[in-house]
């Protein structure tokens, strides 16, 4: 059920974490989460709500911005972020209203054939040197603002800037890359009768770009996917009635909870400096979401030591956060990324809510295992903050 | 959602085994599961992800159609597989895109009244004797040809094999059965314009049948019921990429399989035999599915001990199962058969999945009290296969 209709207001404080990757699998019999030693989070699991929460469904693997989302509450199967958009996000360009978001590589294309989609995975500083140039030459297409930023090796990110506002259905344009060397580049064809602006801009785009790269050796031309404009979606403050903002050092996360409306506060550093900068707008916001990076990176790695450590410093820093004694605490992943598996995973993923409204006693550690014998069971992530809600009354009672 | 869009192909190797009505209840405390003496499905369980499904809903017991359909992905709601085909799966009858099948009952009819409305159960034997009376009588019908087969006692099966391709709507044409003695048989009264066709050979075929009967003294009409077609269903194959066979002794079974593009390898005899064939095509699928059906033979005849020592039997191959090193081995059934109900049962079904990315510990038995505790929860039925293409690395991640 939507249940906007049933939020009132209060004065509670919401602390919101995603231990980015939390959820792991056994190697020699235990988890990361089973291996670290942690006793701020095990005792806070042992008095807490726990379970577990499926991000999208059964057996599906999300990626960073369905598994947002999810625990957001904004379901994943119905809002989806474009590729374009999140790696615009991700280089922290700021989109607006009025902008189609597209990936691009660098590639190497030989007589009508692209023979290296990556163009041979040319340096970085190549890249920026690339980009600048094509900048300076095109700066406009048919009225339409271009922006370029170069990402890491071949990639980069163009936006086109309207002068009005882009529906999503105006941006689907297919990609170019036929995702085989040897093949001839795709026409940026465009998938219904509103796109065709942005498909031709593409063109144009295209073609000036091969003539201003054609004497380099290998990046002599761009591919271009994802062609993505902002997703038309409700804000946090309107969905739920709270004031809110975002602690994350990545600036794609800061880029998520920006497209919800959130207020994205800069933090360089880590855990240490999340901690500090919530410490220090506590009083500021409703609901404040620490999102904490390096778990998901150790994760990806294969790196079990390095997870388990980082969870470890996570630990140590739990109390200074208990210590400003939220109304709800909640405490979460936005996906499982076991180090067996070097990738975000499936899996169901460890869940605690501290509220003073909560049973306890039913889990003894934050681990998996533990966790599946929690009161909260296992729920689709988009519960989650329904649960976070009532803990904090704020939702009504739904009929007499 | 729909995950054919996330499908990547690789080399692993699934084995997919439904022990028939496998769930149950307990008769003086312990139900099929706890009371067999099963050491190698104990120890797997151990190890495994657990769970129980829910084969259509909550509370709705499946026939067997419905209940294959859910544990292979299709949800039984939207894919229903009519009587006729289901008999006519049963009976071994090749089916085709251009048929209707339908299910029939001899039965007597006295001045114009149904008076039994099975023909007082014939024998078998006469059945065979009449159905090739009318085969040779009746060969087609305004072009149509006339497909018989006979059943138990009073059934037999009718199709009609058109020249061109039969559509679902095509075939709805309503039951001639009064459903009670005493009454005069129904028309076949086709349910829209475009089963008018079908509704008039089925008209043609009853006057036909009643002459040439008219004589006996019991089986003198014939009541027909279910008119169905193939239901439109995208193959296995089509859905998850995957080259699977089916391995059954019983042939509706095969039949449903068959529904589902799985190339279905006949065999004789029981486990043993399944698990010999097995081993000989293993190399050869990506999906191997093996049905056991006398456990639930053993449940419908409220055999509780019987029951029990096929489990037992299962247990004493499972080794040789395990020995082939699949990458997901999934156990479950298709719904439970409880000896106590001597009947299907609306209660979830024990679920267990190997793999090596899953926690395990959590289930100590192949039970269902064990399997509750699992960390696969209780999961719809449509849910497994998700699960298991995800175990089998063979789903892309969803969104950047």
New interface residues.
């Given amino acids: 059920m939507d249940i906007s209709n049933l939020i009132q207001k209060n004065n509670t404080k919401i602390i919101f974490i995603i231990l980015d990757g939390i959820g792991g699998?056994?190697i020699n019999g235990k988890?990361e989460l089973e291996m670290a030693n942690k006793p701020n989070l095990d005792g806070l699991a042992k008095n807490s709500a726990c379970g577990?929460h499926i991000p999208?469904?059964?057996?599906?693997?999300?990626?960073?911005?369905?598994g947002h989302f999810g625990v957001f509450g904004y379901d994943?199967?119905k809002y989806?972020?474009g590729?374009g958009v999140?790696?615009a996000l991700g280089l922290e360009i700021e989109l607006k209203k009025t902008d189609v978001a597209i990936r691009c590589n660098y590639s190497t294309i030989r007589n009508g054939l692209i023979v290296d989609r990556r163009a041979g995975r040319i340096s970085t500083e190549k890249n920026v040197e690339l980009t600048e140039r094509l900048s300076k030459k095109i700066k406009e297409i048919d009225g339409v603002k271009i922006i370029l930023k170069p990402g890491k090796e071949h990639r980069f990110c163009l936006v086109m800037r309207f002068k009005d506002n882009i529906l999503e259905n105006e941006a689907m344009v297919k990609d170019t890359d036929p995702q085989k060397e040897g093949k001839p580049p795709l026409e940026p064809e465009p998938l219904n009768n509103e796109s065709k602006k942005v498909a031709n801009i593409a063109k144009k785009f295209i073609f000036k770009a091969s003539e201003i790269l054609k004497k380099e050796e290998r990046a002599n031309y761009v591919l271009l996917r994802?062609f993505s404009a902002l997703p038309a979606i409700p804000s946090f403050e309107e969905k739920y009635g709270l004031k809110s903002c975002s602690i994350a050092v990545y600036p794609m996360y800061r880029g998520i909870t920006k497209l919800l409306g959130m207020e994205t506060l800069k933090v360089e550093g880590d855990i240490k400096e999340e901690v500090a900068l919530l410490k220090e707008v506590y009083r500021d916001y409703d609901f404040i979401f620490v999102h904490v990076k390096k778990i998901d990176s150790f994760g990806e790695d294969g790196n079990f030591e390095g997870k388990v450590k980082k969870i470890e410093e996570f630990d140590m820093y739990l109390q200074e956060i208990i210590s400003l004694n939220p109304d709800v605490l909640l405490i979460t992943g936005d996906h499982s990324t076991?180090a067996?598996?070097k990738?975000?995973?499936?899996?169901?993923v460890p869940l605690l809510l501290k509220s003073p409204f909560v049973l306890g006693g039913l889990s003894q550690a934050f681990t998996?295992?533990e966790c599946?014998k929690g009161e909260i069971?296992?729920i689709p992530a988009t519960s989650i903050m329904p649960l976070v809600l009532a803990n904090s009354l704020r939702l009504r009672k739904f009929g007499a």
Same sequence: chains 1, 2.
């Fill in positions: 699998l056994p988890t577990m999208v469904g059964h057996g599906i693997t999300p990626g960073s911005g369905p994943p199967l989806e972020i590729r999140l790696e994802g076991p067996l598996l990738a975000h995973s499936w899996h169901p998996e295992r599946f069971g296992i």
